[in-house]
Structure formats: structure tokens, C-alpha cells
């Protein structure tokens, strides 16, 4: 052990009695600090891997859009499954109430496998459709019931009406994100083909990539291989206002949650600044011995890390603790008639643990140094004549 360890460990047992509710404060700060941006933290990365899932499985991992007559993407690197859609704006009418929709005529036969949808009843064949629960709930329809389904961009030259078509419910979806169980309207290829009759082609290809596999890079050879004339997209991109108000969301509680870390930091340098004037002679006797003002400095640092830095490793495990006993037996339940889960969804990101001990770090050290510095710069000779 060096000296200013040594003495650093002699200052902090002597100041028990004296100062020692400060040091408490900002021990118990820091750690509640610590558990509290875990925990919140931890939460968002839940919801947010929920809602990133839910995305992925409505959309797929990247979009080709343009017009298209076949998919050749399949030899692609990367590439795990191409889904080949056309979509057009359309009308569904039920009963004299008529809803503009998005109209997805997709390969029925590969459907069920590419989107992870959580359907309620069978996969839409030919003269079916698959409607989201808040569109059922407003046409008053179930399972099993008829709608009209048409195109009004594709209406007969010199006919003035669109082909219209007859169509059964035969699944309902429940996404539970943003307004897709009340826009989209999944049917079959050979539906949309007799409804989009001025379409020649696909209107794009959803692509599922390989696990582990790069996005970006494979984002960057579609772009190289199909040319300027095609938009690739990713997931991210087709909800990007989605994507940047949660990395909005998450910027906003670490600055909110640093209040905390500042609280204790502030009690941090109180309970610092009182040991320093308590020393003072002792900080004297050492700086005229030949002790430089950085080891001086250095002690007080140390001191803040003792005090302040158990409390936030306290903090930062028992909030690992929560989280990791949490996903394991779901033990904060939340109504699952609001959320689309059941239980609390809690998920650990390594950068943030990253960031929350960097930042209490931050704040420790800031809060020791500006307590140590005046101390570190006091002249010796006052030092050495001060009387408590």
C-alpha cells in the first residue's frame, strides 16, 4: 500500500463521527443513482427489443423498393428469404362503413413462415384476408365474415367503377404497434393481381437476412447490385421517426436520472470539503515534509472513491441483480391488456452498463477534485497554524 492510500484510509476512519451523515447521503445517492438508471435503462432496452422484434416480423429486415418483375436477391450473401409483394392504397366496405386501408398481396404459401404475425385464425388463401384487431373491432367483423374489398386507382378506363371483390376474413392480427392493426390488409398474390390490374410487377421484395449477419454491409451490396433505380431500405429506416424518438426517450432519462448522481455529488464534495478543513494542520505538516499538491490531491480522491464509490457499486449490483432475477421469473407483472407483455421486460445492454459506470465515476471524481484542489493549493503556513 502507498503512502497516500495509507493516509487516505486514516482520514476516512477518523472522519467517521465527523461528517460522516454527508458521506452517508452521497454513499446512498450514488447507489440509488446506479440502480435507478439499471433499472430504467434496462426497461427501455425491453420495450425497445419488443417493438424492434414486432417491426422486423410485419416488415422483414430490409425493403427493395421499386417496380420489379421478378426477385433476384435469393443468391445474395446474407440473404435468408425474399418475399415479393405489391401494395396499393384501397377501400374495404362492411355494412355502409368503407375504411381506406394499405391493400399487401403477398405469396400465401410463404406468408405464414417470412412474417412473425401473430394471427388468429389460418393463413389467407385465395378469396381471403388477414385484418388487423382494431379494423375488425371498428367494421364490427370476426373470423369467418365477408367484406368488399376494391382499388379505386385501378378502376376500367371508360367504366368509371373499380373491380371489386368479395373477400372472407380468415385471420385476425394483433401487432400492437403504432397504427398497423388498423391500416394493413393482407391478401393473397392472385387477389391483389385481379384488384392491381394497372400494376405489371412487384411493387418491392421484404428480405429476411441471415442471423449474425451484417445489415449494413448487405444494405450496401443490394444497393451496388440492383442500381440506383431501386431504394433499399432497412427496418430502421422505414420507422426511423419511431427509431430516433426512442433514442430521444433514451437520451432524456440519463440526463434526468444524472440528477441524482449530482445530488450525491454535491453531498460528496460537503462531507469532502469538512474533512479537508478538519485536516488542514495534518495536510500542512505532510506538504512540509515535501508531499507535492498532486498527492495531496490524490488522497482526497482517493478518500471520495471510498466513500462515494461503495455506494455506487452497491447500487450498480443490486440493480443487476433485479434485472437478471426479473427476466428470469418475471416476477413485476404488468396488464397485458395495455402492453403486449405480460410481465416487465427487462433487458441488459453492455454499453450501458458501460455508460452508467463511467458516468458515477464522472461524478465521484469531479466532486472529489473540486473538494482536494483548494486543499492540495493551501499555503503551508497557514496550514500548519490552523486550529479547529
Not at 14 to 24: D, F, R, T, V
Not at 62 to 70: F, N
Not at 227 to 256: F, H
Request: proline content about 4%.
Amino acid at each position: 500500500m502507498n503512502w497516500e492510500k495509507f493516509i487516505s484510509n486514516r482520514f476516512y476512519d477518523s472522519s467517521k463521527n465527523q461528517g460522516w451523515y454527508s458521506g452517508l447521503f452521497s454513499m446512498i445517492g450514488m447507489g440509488v443513482g446506479c440502480f435507478a438508471m439499471i433499472i430504467s435503462l434496462s426497461v427501455m432496452n425491453g420495450f425497445e427489443t419488443l417493438v424492434h422484434g414486432k417491426l422486423k416480423g410485419f416488415e422483414g429486415d430490409l425493403r427493395i423498393v421499386g417496380h420489379m418483375s421478378e426477385t433476384p436477391v435469393l443468391g445474395l450473401n446474407g440473404i435468408e428469404a425474399a418475399m415479393p409483394y405489391m401494395e396499393r392504397r384501397g377501400v374495404i366496405e362492411s355494412n355502409d362503413v368503407q375504411k381506406v386501408v394499405s391493400l399487401k398481396a403477398v405469396n400465401e404459401k410463404t406468408m405464414e413462415s417470412f412474417y412473425n404475425l401473430p394471427l388468429r385464425g389460418v393463413t389467407p388463401k385465395a378469396g381471403q384476408v388477414a385484418i388487423g384487431q382494431d379494423l375488425a373491432y371498428r367494421l364490427g367483423k370476426d373470423i369467418g365474415d365477408e367484406i368488399i374489398v376494391y382499388s379505386p386507382i385501378d378502376q376500367a378506363i371508360g367504366f368509371g367503377l373499380p373491380p371489386r371483390k368479395k373477400l372472407v376474413i380468415s385471420a385476425i392480427f394483433s401487432t400492437k404497434v403504432l397504427d398497423y392493426d388498423d391500416r394493413f390488409v393482407f391478401l393473397s398474390m392472385s387477389d391483389g393481381k385481379s384488384l392491381f390490374r394497372r400494376k405489371s410487377g412487384y411493387d418491392g421484395v421484404d428480405l429476411r437476412i441471415k442471423p449474425n449477419s451484417d445489415i449494413n454491409q448487405i444494405k450496401y451490396d443490394l444497393i451496388h447490385n440492383m442500381g440506383p433505380e431501386m431504394e433499399i431500405q432497412s427496418w430502421e429506416d422505414l420507422n426511423r421517426s419511431l427509431v430516433d424518438a426512442m433514442k430521444m426517450e433514451r437520451l432524456g432519462t440519463i440526463v434526468i436520472l444524472c440528477l441524482i448522481f449530482l445530488v450525491a455529488a454535491f453531498n460528496l464534495a460537503a462531507a469532502l470539503t469538512l474533512i479537508s478543513i478538519q485536516r488542514m494542520k495534518e495536510v500542512g505538516i505532510l506538504r512540509a515534509m515535501g508531499a507535492p499538491t498532486h498527492s495531496v490531491l490524490k488522497m482526497i480522491i482517493q478518500l471520495g472513491l471510498s466513500r462515494a464509490g461503495k455506494g455506487a457499486i452497491s447500487g450498480f449490483v443490486s440493480g443487476i441483480f433485479l434485472v437478471l432475477v426479473q427476466t428470469k421469473f418475471s416476477l413485476i407483472p404488468i396488464p397485458s391488456d395495455i402492453y403486449f407483455v405480460d410481465a416487465l421486460p427487462m433487458v441488459l445492454m453492455p454499453r450501458d452498463l458501460f455508460i452508467i459506470v463511467i458516468l458515477s465515476f464522472i461524478f465521484i471524481i469531479a466532486a472529489s477534485y473540486t473538494s482536494g484542489r483548494k486543499l492540495a493549493h493551501s499555503n503551508i503556513k497557514e496550514a500548519l497554524q490552523w486550529a479547529k
